[in-house]
């Protein structure tokens, strides 16, 4: 009878998902906030890579095709390590698609044609905004001594302008049609 008196109280006892750390509640919120925007932003920006990497066309098709594949892989890749950052701070994530829409900072594109031109410059604008967003938390993880999320947000700002410059390499010379 103790164990489900436990496990009911553990449901029902948000002090149950606090895992202990030395930053206080204060910068664990703060720093926990921003992340969870970031994590919702990898996953609008993951699908909305996938569905250009879909619907690309023209006869770069083969080229933007595996570039955004592999760049959808790499967003993807960044949203587990972030998440789980925000639990190794005590605090929860996201818990589904309607909560990733409430905070992500990444614009749909539900349009049923897109030119690859466009595809290509609305990735990179978003990717450029995704490198601020990450700079933005790094500053609050610095405000608050957060060497780790820091560390992390690093890297994923790296692979972030690596993205962004592909993409705007890309665009360079383009007609409007993307060719």
Known sequence: MA????????????????TPNDLGDNATSAIAAEVN?????AFALYVKTKNFHWHMSGPHFRDYHLMLDEQSEQIFATTDPLAERVRKLGQKTLRSIGNINEITRVKNNDADFVSP??????????????????RKAHEICDDH????????????????????????????????TGH
């Open 3 to 18: 164990t489900s008196t436990s496990k009911q109280a553990t449901d029902q006892d948000p002090v149950a998902l606090r």
């Open 37 to 41: 925007k970031l994590v919702a932003d």
């Open 117 to 134: 031109l466009d595809m290509l410059k609305e990735l990179c604008a978003d990717n450029k905004a995704m490198a601020a967003n990450m």
């Open 145 to 176: 001594k957060d060497v780790a999320t820091a560390s992390l947000l690093e890297v994923y700002i790296d692979e972030t302008e690596r993205r962004t410059w592909f993409l705007f390499e890309a665009i360079q010379g383009a007609d409007p």
